[in-house]
């Protein structure tokens, strides 16, 4: 066991203090970038009335990065955000979806089904205002399969 | 009697010449003696030594690649200081600002063109001049660190690259900001899979720096511009200083050991034919007539000659190549419709084939490995002998070619197979995810070529020839990935043969 002096200790002290007091800086200009506050605007889409969207709907809106489709069973939103790299994807002729950066397919319900994307296309939250207004969230991702139901 | 008043006329009348004088502190260089004293005291001049070694300034060893990158940083600095005049860093002004660069500023879209080419010329030249220190062994030690420290240059370069083609807003740089951070934040890939992400978000962390948001906007391109014009550049000035303090503190350009002199013979060379001795015609050593006793030159002339020639070479080429081709502009970012194939610049075409198997993979992991093997190089193959000979050799030389062959021909086998038959995911399309970040063609040639390499260790006993296996396989690998990034690929990724192939729609 090495044997520490009084002088050694406080030498060792004194510089383990300098050290400490820039990593302390550090972080702390580290924490500065992160936000805390995200500044943009609300995803929020205001889409209608149910009575806009009979079952066979399939709408695309530009801008709002989402597709809305309505069956039988009710009516649900998909992002057009493609789980690969965040490019927009865009419809297929045999009703899947496509992406125009690495070739990401998708099938109807947003399984993938070629290419590199690893997850599925995110499924959005639909919500009917006291108004009777619908209103989807780009950001509000509710899991596979969720519709909003009718009556 | 002298007066103040005196004195003072006097000191005026001389002022131009004192203060002249006081700039210089010397008279003219006529002299050896005074150059080389120039050189040593002036602070612009003394990044070179005083006297250089004859073999430096071979056109055929270092081919000026170093130099030449310097020059393209310079136009770089210059012509981006210039742009800056009229840039707005706002999602509103940018791709405005950039058009007016372009069309209304004052030979501004010679400045631009300028930017753009000296930027690709750096980019080029930075990936050879590490070839060429490569091949010839110049990583071999005291300049281990210095090898590192140029690693460290090149991703600062490509960095630069990066954040530079962001800045005009324009359909390319706002898909390639999206693109750029969905790889920045793809260890999700890894943590989704691993059902880590809530406790454990390296990729969410990323983004959030990044962005400074949730989506691409006024934030983000803030930082990238900050990025682009102060953050990387004080970091590659400031290592930049370092790599040009190591050149000179580990014994400057480094050069086979057939160039060193026997400490005997220094001064002398041996004859070629008869020379005259005191009493006799003798063979013998024949004192070397213009060179220094350890077979330098000074640096004045000698090799500011060469510096000034590789340095106007550089800016005709990139002025030829301004004034001939304009720098592109697509039209303004559209954030509800990427481009169709969106493709980044040339350089990094070859990463984004990598990408389109797997982000995390792609563009993540194997660009980190094949960069941290760099670094190491140095470290894991300590064989000597063999500093500054071209491919160490006959037998390097056929490991090189046999490597060429092997990594281009494995690359190219791979892809057909990818491009007829798919992947994973067509085959079996509820594979779990983790499966297919870990197998895919990526991961795939790594592993190939990580195994020749360590074939040609075993087959030549030699940890050199295998380091000249890998290099030359990830080489050769990401330069036929750029070019069918480039050339091939159209339309959601797609495979074809031309552009002229390409649906119209």
């Known amino acids: 066991m090495v044997k520490l002096t009084r002088r050694d200790f406080w030498g060792t002290f004194g510089i383990g203090s300098f050290w400490a007091a820039v990593a302390t800086a550090v972080l702390g200009m580290i924490k500065l970038p992160k936000p805390s506050v995200m500044p943009e605007a609300s995803s929020r889409l205001k889409l209608g009335p149910p009575e806009d969207f009979p079952p066979g709907t399939a709408r695309a809106y530009e801008g709002s990065n989402l597709f809305i489709f309505s ?78 139901r009718r009556g | ?42 602070l612009f001049l003394h990044v070179h030594s005083v006297r250089v070694h004859r073999h430096s300034l071979k056109p055929g060893y270092t081919m000026g690649l170093g130099l030449l990158t310097v020059a393209f940083l310079a136009i770089l600095t210059v012509t981006g200081v210039l742009l800056m005049v009229y840039y707005k860093p706002t999602p509103e002004l940018a791709y405005a600002s950039v058009k007016d660069i372009h069309f209304v500023v004052p030979s501004g879209r010679l400045i631009r063109n300028l930017h753009r080419w000296a930027a690709h010329g750096m980019v080029i030249m930075v990936f050879l001049h590490m070839a060429r220190v490569f091949y010839t062994a110049s990583y071999r030690p005291p300049r281990e660190f210095n090898w590192f420290v140029g690693i460290l240059l090149l991703a600062l370069t490509l960095a630069l690259s990066f954040t530079g083609y962001l800045l005009p807003w324009d359909q390319l740089a706002y898909w390639a900001i999206t693109i750029g951070v969905n790889i920045a934040s793809s260890p999700r890939e890894l943590t989704d899979g691993l059902g880590l992400t809530p406790y454990f978000d390296p990729g969410g962390l990323m983004k959030g720096l990044l962005l400074g948001a949730n989506a691409v906007g006024t934030e983000a391109l803030i930082r990238f511009h900050l990025l682009h014009v102060m953050v990387l550049p004080l970091l ?19 050069r086979p050991a057939s160039e060193e002199l026997a400490p005997d013979q220094q001064a002398f060379a041996q004859g070629s034919s008869k020379t005259y001795g005191l009493m006799a015609i003798v063979r013998g050593t024949s004192p070397a007539v213009g060179r220094g006793p350890q077979n330098t030159v000074n640096a004045w002339p000698s090799l500011f000659i060469v510096e000034m020639a590789v340095l106007m070479m550089g800016t005709a080429l990139t002025l030829a190549l301004s004034l001939w081709l304009d720098a592109p502009l697509k039209e303004a970012a559209n954030p509800a419709v990427p481009e169709n194939p969106a493709k980044a610049p040339w350089y990094f075409l070859g990463l984004q084939e990598l990408v389109s198997y797997s982000a995390f993979m792609g563009g993540i992991a194997v660009p980190t490995i094949a960069l941290l093997g760099l670094i190491l190089i140095p470290y894991l193959d300590r064989e000597g002998g063999d500093v500054g000979v071209w491919f160490s050799g006959r037998r390097g030389r056929r490991v090189a070619a046999w490597s060429l062959l092997f990594s281009s021909l494995s690359v190219v086998a791979v892809l057909a197979f990818l491009i007829r038959y798919g992947w994973l995911r067509q085959w079996f399309p509820d594979i779990p995810q983790l499966v297919i970040t870990f197998v895919n063609p990526g991961t795939l040639f790594t592993l190939l070529f990580v195994l020749w390499s360590l074939w040609i260790m075993r087959r030549f006993n030699s940890t050199r020839l295998a380091a000249i296996a890998l290099f030359t396989c990830f080489l050769v690998g990401y330069t036929v990935l750029t070019y069918v990034g480039t050339v091939h690929r159209g339309p959601n990724w797609g495979f074809y043969w031309s552009q002229a192939d390409w649906p119209v729609h």
């Open chain 1, 71 to 148: 069956d039988s069973g009710g009516i649900y939103a998909i992002s057009a955000v493609c789980t690969h790299l965040g490019c927009i994807v865009s419809r297929t002729d045999g009703a899947g979806f496509e992406c125009p950066c690495h070739g990401s397919r998708f099938d109807a319900t947003g399984r993938p089904t070629a290419g590199p994307a690893p997850r599925g296309l995110e499924w959005l939250e639909i919500r009917q205002a006291p108004n009777g207004f619908l209103y989807a969230d780009a950001t509000a991702t509710v899991a596979k399969g969720t519709k909003w």
């Open chain 2, 236 to 254: 590659l000035f400031g290592l930049l200083g370092v790599h040009f303090w190591r050149i000179r503190k580990d014994g400057g350009l480094s």
């Open chain 2, 1 to 42: 009697m002298p007066t103040a008043f005196g004195d003072f006329r006097n000191n005026l009348k001389q002022l131009p010449r004192s203060l002249w004088r006081s700039v210089r502190r010397r008279g003219k260089a006529t002299s050896d003696r005074a150059r080389a004293q120039a050189v040593f005291s002036n």
